[in-house]
């Protein structure tokens, strides 16, 4: 496994635990479809959570948050809208986060939590 897929792993796992202590309910993690996936999908107050999880060790290209390109956000809401229907939570609200993981190696610096990042927009 690659140091870079071990920071991901890494990163999701401290994004997980730091949801369930602010009393979020974890539903899945890592839902995949053919072109995307959405890295933590978590409910809270009858609202699903979709949580694109970024870790870093340093900022020389950029807050972790700024990889979130409209490019991967389309494949994101493209993965919820098939978990949607799959799962059977169509009538439920939803949002997009996004969770900033800071590292120092092993060690986590900081985490930041941005709720309602992005939104579906539809294209006339």
Do not use: W
Not at 35 to 48: L, P, V
Not at 63 to 70: G, H, R
């Amino acid at each position: 496994m690659t140091r870079q897929k071990n920071l991901g792993n890494f990163g999701e796992d401290c994004a997980a635990k730091f949801l369930e202590e602010q009393g979020y309910t974890i539903v899945a993690r890592n839902f995949r479809i053919r072109s995307a996936e959405i890295d933590i999908i978590a409910q809270i107050d009858g609202t699903i959570v979709f949580v694109e999880v970024k870790a870093r060790s340093n900022i020389r290209h950029g807050l972790p948050s700024e990889a979130v390109t409209i490019r991967k956000q389309k494949k994101i809401i493209e993965a919820t809208g098939v978990f949607l229907q799959d799962e059977n939570f169509c009538d439920c609200a939803c949002r997009f986060d996004v969770i900033e993981i800071f590292l120092d190696g092993q060690r986590v610096v900081e985490i930041n939590h941005i709720e309602n990042a992005f939104e579906v927009v539809q294209e006339i």
